[in-house]
């Protein structure tokens, strides 16, 4: 009996962006398009009537916004939803409120049918609807009559920017212990897609100033992950920026590939620095994990802490048992805390993890990694 195909809805409300969508999707064998919508008020109806797995939901549409039908859906009907968002700094910055939402992930939004003819972009397309299919999706709790963030501010519903997590709440930024400033020469490598922007969020927002230079890799469309990096920046008490070649990895600072682009470790004298770069696509993906762990394994070898959290695939599962061969220690996120258990279940398999850790035991985990000899 052939494996049941991934039923998905494709809501846009230009007909071409429809239509390019749906005969991409269409042609990967375990994927079925059942519909397409044009607004949020018809995307309802073919939810209820067609039951789709996946959503794929534009962002500025009429008669109600793609955010606030989000909002709504996730509350009500919870759905793994892509967000198809336009290449632009303003769409970046929605498609982060968006998975602030709920959403499980976001590509960007082809302008004409010419994303036919981009291969890449295509498997980008279909990866991230096959990794949203299987994606654990949680209803969003509506804050209770009268609940405020922490500097008092309401907590709307669809209060995109004051909601963090499904709690509302800031993490606390953990003690710095003594040990870890006589670390300064550690390097930490993070690898994450699916899931991963909250997941990254919770973890870095808990690493004290003090904590070693930081490198990720985070799945992501070009331009979305400079929107990404600013939003971090302001949440948490270490520096986040997009990396670009010649930063030098230092304390208190982490470095966020940039997306279309590897990031790679290298030597530097007496230092350890980031080189962007382009070239083709490694374990299906531009940026890489698997390019960025191998390139650490390289230069920093056991003085690197490297850490794999959700997301679909085995990009960075080879490249983290390279690591833990050149005297690194690893952790990866368990089971019950990812969004999709695909890459730290096979950098298991693959031999590369010391520790299994819930997401929020994470950080903790990461400084103690950090103190070790």
């Given at each position: 009996m052939a494996p049941q195909r991934i039923r998905v809805l494709v809501v846009d409300d230009s007909a071409v962006v429809r239509n390019v969508l749906t005969r991409v999707l269409s042609r990967d064998p375990e994927i079925e398009v059942v519909g397409a919508a044009g607004d949020p008020y018809e995307a309802r109806d073919k939810i209820v009537s067609l039951q789709p797995d996946?959503?794929?939901?534009?962002?500025e549409m009429p008669r109600m916004d793609g955010l606030a039908f989000l909002d709504k859906l996730m509350t009500h009907h919870p759905l793994p939803v892509v967000m198809c968002s336009s290449v632009t700094?303003?769409?970046?910055?929605?498609?982060?409120?968006?998975?602030?939402?709920?959403?499980?992930?976001?590509?960007?939004?082809?302008?004409?049918?010419?994303?036919?003819g981009l291969h890449d972009a295509a498997i980008e397309l279909v990866d991230k609807v096959k990794a949203a299919a299987k994606a654990r999706v949680r209803p969003r709790r509506l804050p209770p009559p009268g609940a405020a963030d922490e500097k008092g501010q309401p907590l709307a519903v669809a209060g995109v920017g004051r909601v963090r997590g499904t709690n509302g709440r800031k993490a606390a930024v953990l003690e710095a212990p003594p040990d870890l400033k006589r670390t300064q020469r550690k390097i930490i490598a993070i690898g994450a897609s699916t899931g991963g922007t909250e997941a990254l969020r919770v973890v870095l927002e808990s690493l004290p100033r003090e904590i070693p230079g930081i490198v990720i890799v985070q799945h992501m469309p070009e331009h979305f992950t400079l929107a990404f990096a600013n939003r971090l920046d302001s949440l948490c008490e270490i520096e986040v920026r997009e990396a670009k070649s010649g930063d030098r990895i230092r304390p208190g600072l982490a470095l966020i590939a940039r997306g279309n682009s590897h990031l790679i470790v290298r030597k530097s004298g007496a230092y350890l620095a980031a080189d962007v770069r382009n070239g083709p696509l490694i374990c299906r993906h531009r940026p890489s994990i698997e390019a960025l762990f191998q390139s650490v394994a390289a230069a920093a070898g056991p003085a690197a802490v490297g850490v794999m959290l959700t997301g679909m695939g085995n990009d960075g599962a080879n490249a983290m048992a390279l690591l833990k061969q050149a005297g690194a220690l690893n952790i990866a996120q368990d089971e019950a805390s990812s969004v999709v258990f695909g890459m730290p279940k096979e950098a298991i398999k693959a031999g590369g993890v010391d520790r299994v850790e819930h997401l929020d035991r994470i950080p903790k985990a990461i400084i103690e990694f950090c103190c070790r000899p």
């Open positions: 996946v959503v794929t939901l534009d962002i700094h303003e769409g970046a910055g929605l498609s982060l409120k968006a998975m602030e939402l709920g959403a499980v992930d976001v590509v960007g939004k082809p302008r004409s049918a010419e994303i036919e």
